[in-house]
């Protein structure tokens, strides 16, 4: 099933490619291979909004995910989902916020996109770091060992088919499908259901 990555209120078409790159080599790490993922890349605009809808917070945040697959909202990890759960969910990832990140953590905005990457990813596949203390130490090692799996061979990362398109196609909890939860790196909280009929507006 392919990455599609949209881009809205900041376009970087380089790192949507290599975040594309980097979801296909992570779905297969994690052996998600068959599901369909969709990643948008928006401004602190867009993700104030977003935030701002699915979790009443009023402020940008880093990333959110969207599950679309009942297993997830349910915890439990994706690899259990039925045939018909093909798509994985939404990864939406700040631009703004990441490049302020990038240069407080003093790496690069790729590198740590990829770590907002993962993150979401792992909420998508059924991690929740909300749902008790093991939990989040079993999805912080998952997170290292993913990050590991994105370095370049012999080379170690400071950090602790993909379609490239323009926005507007984005899918799932975002377009009005289904009942995600919004997460995010932050506490997050069960969103309301989505409004079919309206859109995010422009960036």
Request: aromatic share 2%.
């Amino acid at each position: 099933m392919p990455v599609l990555v949209a881009m809205r209120g900041r376009r970087d078409p380089a790192l949507a490619r290599r975040l594309g790159r980097a979801a296909r080599r992570l779905l297969g790490a994690l052996r998600l291979e068959s599901f369909e993922l969709s990643l948008v890349l928006v401004s602190d605009r867009v993700m104030h909004e977003l935030n701002r809808r699915w979790r009443g917070k009023d402020r940008p945040t880093d990333v959110l995910a969207f599950p679309q697959r009942e297993s997830a909202v349910r915890g439990r990890r994706a690899r259990d989902a039925t045939p018909t759960d093909a798509l994985l969910g939404d990864v939406v990832i700040s631009v703004d916020t990441a490049r302020r990140q990038a240069a407080e953590r003093n790496h690069s905005l790729a590198t740590e996109a990829e770590r907002l990457l993962v993150h979401g990813l792992l909420h998508l596949a059924g991690y929740d770091h909300e749902r008790s203390l093991a939990e989040a130490h079993r999805m912080q090692r998952k997170e290292r060992a993913l990050l590991r799996a994105l370095e370049p061979p012999g080379r170690r990362r400071a950090h602790g088919g993909t379609t490239t398109r323009a926005y507007p196609a984005c899918r799932a909890g975002l377009a009005g499908r289904g009942t995600p939860v919004a997460r995010t790196t932050e506490r997050h909280t069960l969103a309301p259901p989505p409004d079919p009929r309206r859109s995010l507006g422009s960036a």
